[in-house]
C-alpha cells in the first residue's frame, strides 16, 4: 500500500552502516515503529564510543555506531520530517515533521524508549519544515520557511526572541567567524551576531535562486545558486 510508511507506520526501516573503504555493509540497525523522514543523523561521543543519533518519522532514536544496535528510542510525532538532527552538549535537538510540529531536547544516554524520561524540553514557536536549526551556546536558533528567526534557550527550550526577516527559506544557516548566516531563496544573505537579542550586521544579495545550504571552508563562503557556484572570501 502506497500510504505504508508515509500515512501508516511501518517496522522495516534501517540505519545502514557502511565501510569507507569498500562501501560494503557493515551493520543494518532496525529501526521499529516509523514513518517516512529526509534527516541527516549526527554522531556524538557518549562514554567512550560513537552514537549515532537518527531522527524519522514519529522518532528521534540513539545507535551504537560501532554494532548498529538501537540503545534508545523518543516518541516524536509527526512524518516528512527533513530538518537534520543538531547536537549541543549533552543534549540532541530534533524538529518533527506535519501534523504536530515541535523542536524537541533530548538527552544522549538511556536505554529503551525513554519518552518519559529523556525529553527535555518541547517548543511549538518557530518551529522549521526545511531548515536545520543551528546550536551557538547558549541558544538553539531555527528560521521557519516564512522568514521568521527564533532564539530559543537551548537548556529549557524558552523563547528568547523572535524577529521576522521575511523572504522565504529552505537552506539552513551556519556559524563562522562569531556570526550567523541565513541564505534566503532569493539569494540574499543576512548576517546577524548570536545573542539575547536580534542585531543585524548587514545584508547580502546574489540576486539568484538559491535553495540549498551554504558551505564554510577555510574563510570562503560556497554558495551554488540555481545557475552558478559561488565562492565568496575576503
Partial sequence: QKDVGWKKPWDRAVVLGLD?????????????????????????????????????????QGFDAASGERLWSVFSQGEG????????????????????????????????????????????????????????????????????VTCLDAADGRLVWQQRMGGSFSASPVFADGRIYFLSEAGETTVIRPGDHYEELAKNALGEKCQASMAVSQGQFLIRSEHRLYCIGH
Fill in 81 to 148: 520530517v527533513v530538518p537534520s538532527i543538531v547536537l549541543g552538549g549533552e543534549l540532541a535537538y530534533s524538529c518533527s515533521g506535519f501534523e504536530d510540529p515541535t523542536i524537541r531536547a533530548v538527552r544522549l544516554d538511556g536505554r529503551g524508549d525513554v519518552t518519559k524520561t529523556h525529553l527535555v524540553w518541547e517548543q511549538k514557536k518557530g518551529v522549521p519544515s526545511q531548515a536545520s536549526p543551528i546550536f551557538v551556546a547558549p541558544h538553539l536558533y531555527t528560521v521557519t520557511d516564512s522568514g521568521v
Fill in 20 to 60: 569507507v573503504a569498500t562501501g560494503k555493509p557493515r551493520w543494518s540497525g532496525k529501526r521499529g515503529s516509523s514513518r517516512i523522514a529526509h534527516v541527516t543523523p549526527a554522531v556524538a561521543r557518549r562514554d567512550g564510543r560513537d552514537l549515532v543519533v537518527s531522527g524519522a518519522g514519529d522518532v528521534i
